[in-house]
């Protein structure tokens, strides 16, 4: 069963966050498939932005497949 507190805190999350939400939602539309780049950019206050990418392999989808099976 879902916790009530966790799901007001992901809407408040979205309500937040509205555009990294769809954005989320557009990329995982359809799934990742094997070979999909993600890159993601992360700038502190007063800091350089760091920038880091994996490409997805077939055995990151399968563990991801995995998880969801034992969250169910």
Request: one cysteine or more; proline letters at 6%; charged letters at 20%.
């Amino acid at each position: 069963m879902v916790n009530p507190a966790s799901i007001m805190k992901i809407m408040k999350f979205a309500a937040n966050h509205p555009k990294f939400v769809s954005f989320i939602n557009y990329c995982l539309n359809g799934g990742i498939q094997e070979g999909t780049v993600i890159e993601i950019t992360v700038t502190k206050p007063g800091e350089q932005p760091v920038t880091s990418n994996m490409k997805v392999m077939q055995s990151d989808i399968d563990i991801v497949n995995e998880l969801k099976t034992l969250s169910k």
